[in-house]
């Protein structure tokens, strides 16, 4: 329920940014190249750019300095804050706005170049909305470029590489915390699901990346962190990029 991830990422923003401090780049997640080398959107001058989940706006800002026309899309106030403040220190300016990416209601019709996101869309219980409304917005041949934790490796256990529950449990997993205060929402799709998802509203799968996270990217913020260790990074990537077009 996004009632749960709003407040998630209200208390846990700060936290977040600090212990990641997140380069300004257009990153695709842990253990992945970074579009500079990926190469997936092409020359963005001029080009209008939604960012859904957007968080801290890294990749908006890197977006923005290059020429493009920013609108960047969260549900946490404390994160969009952060955010402001990143692209006023980097003199570029975007449209922020604080909503709920299953419905784009701010966002007209067949206005966008192109759709974007990095690792926001596994908090998001109704892909299937979502992804509609990234149509919706979209114009004719505009592109929608999206990372997400790829489905296998939460099947992992990121220390002992054992498999920890079965891949075909998909739907809401909750995670307290020992202080009782702080409960994790996340909703956990299979490969298909995203796939089969995009076609039936009507987009074309251009390319799936599944990034070589053997290698350490200088730039990785993630390296290391959380459930990101090396050992598990060398078995199978953590992040998977979709690539599809209206
Ligand atoms: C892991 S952060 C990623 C932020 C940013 N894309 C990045 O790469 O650093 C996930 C973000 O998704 C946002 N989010 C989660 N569910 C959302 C929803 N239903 N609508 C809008 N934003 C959402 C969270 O508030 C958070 O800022």
């Known amino acids: 329920m996004t009632k749960e991830t709003k407040k998630w990422w209200e208390g846990m923003a700060k936290y977040y940014q600090e212990e990641c401090k997140i380069p300004i780049d257009i990153h695709y997640g842990p253990g992945s190249p970074n579009e500079k080398e990926l190469k997936l959107l ?3 001058k001029g080009k ?3 960012e859904i989940g957007c968080g801290g706006a ?3 800002i890197a977006m923005a300095k290059q020429g493009a026309k ?3 899309i969260d549900i946490s106030k404390e994160q969009l804050n952060f955010a402001k403040e990143l692209a006023k220190k980097n003199k570029v300016k975007i449209k922020f706005i604080q909503g709920d990416i299953r419905d784009l209601k701010p966002i007209k019709s067949n206005s ?5 996101s990095a690792f926001a869309l596994h908090y998001v219980d109704n892909l299937s909305k979502c992804f509609k409304e ?8 505009g592109i929608f470029v999206f990372s997400f934790d790829h489905p296998f490796s939460r099947v992992i256990d990121s220390k002992n590489l054992k498999v920890k529950e079965s891949y075909f449990k998909t739907g809401k997993i909750t995670k307290v915390f020992s202080d009782k205060t702080k409960k994790f929402v996340r909703y956990t799709y299979k490969l298909s699901d995203l796939h089969n998802t995009l076609v039936d509203w009507g987009f074309i799968v251009e390319k799936l990346i599944e ?24 078995m199978i990537p953590p992040t998977i990029i979709f690539k599809a077009r209206k």
Do not use: A, E, H, M
Not at 134 to 141: D, F, M, P, Q
């Open 70 to 72: 920013v609108t960047g």
């Open 58 to 60: 890294q990749c908006g």
């Open 211 to 234: 990034p070589d996270s053997r290698k350490k990217y200088s730039y990785d913020p993630w390296y290391g962190l959380w459930d990101y260790t090396p050992k598990l990074l060398k």
């Open 42 to 44: 092409g020359n963005l």
């Open 48 to 50: 209008n750019i939604l």
């Open 112 to 116: 966008q170049d192109i759709v974007f």
């Open 134 to 141: 990234v149509y919706r917005v979209l114009k004719k041949n």
